[in-house]
């Protein structure tokens, strides 16, 4: 039974599904705008009042492009300005509690120091731009969740399932992170595992 999923499609005809099958919460998507291969990503208003009304739990993590395919421009100060302020104009727009989680995506393996130099302006940013309203976290490896969770940057980890990816194994090793993506790509629902 997977108790947490993560999807990029909308949930809400799939609702009574995922309680019968021992879902209880559900990670959706903000970002600017769905791509055309991922027409339903963005968490909508009638879906988080259609999980939130069924008793589900809904966590968001903002995922644009989050430096994939090694992209690391994507993770600048200024992208990290213009994300944050997209998240939280969604996060108030959905009434998403203050004091709750949003997680910024870092969808690559990013391990060399310079690297992870270049990315801590973007968590910066994104830690100023949403200014204590809500919780940073970080989505992608162990090495970049450690590294900003050190810098102060972000207060929770959610490991990705890529455990190749430098420093996750390390870090699934300790007490530092929220979330592990344990499965990928499967038609069920897929488990997470928090502590």
């Not at 705008?33 to 993590?61: H, R």
């Not at 509690?97 to 968590?123: H, R, T, W």
Request: charged residues 20%; negative net charge; glycine residues 12%.
């Amino acid at each position: 039974m997977y108790t947490v999923i993560d999807t990029p499609w909308d949930t809400t005809s799939y609702i009574p599904q995922l309680i019968s099958g021992g879902v209880e919460a559900v990670i959706r998507y903000y970002n600017h705008q769905n791509s055309t291969a991922l027409p339903e990503k963005q968490l909508g208003e009638n879906e988080a009042k259609a999980l939130a009304g069924a008793g589900l739990s809904i966590a968001v993590i903002f995922e644009q492009d989050g430096g994939a395919g090694g992209r690391i421009s994507d993770l600048d100060a200024e992208s990290g300005n213009s994300d944050s302020a997209r998240a939280l104009a969604l996060a108030k727009s959905l009434g998403q509690p203050p004091g709750s989680a949003i997680y910024f995506s870092v969808d690559y393996d990013y391990y060399e120091d310079a690297d992870l130099q270049k990315i801590k302006p973007y968590f910066a940013a994104v830690s100023s731009g949403l200014a204590g309203m809500y919780r940073v976290g970080v989505y992608g490896s162990g090495t970049v969740g450690a590294t900003m969770q050190d810098a102060g940057y972000a207060e929770l980890i959610w490991l990705a399932g890529s455990t190749g990816w430098s420093g996750t194994q390390k870090t699934l090793d300790t007490d530092r992170w929220a979330l592990f993506q344990s499965e990928l790509d499967i038609a069920t629902p897929c488990r997470m595992t928090a502590t």
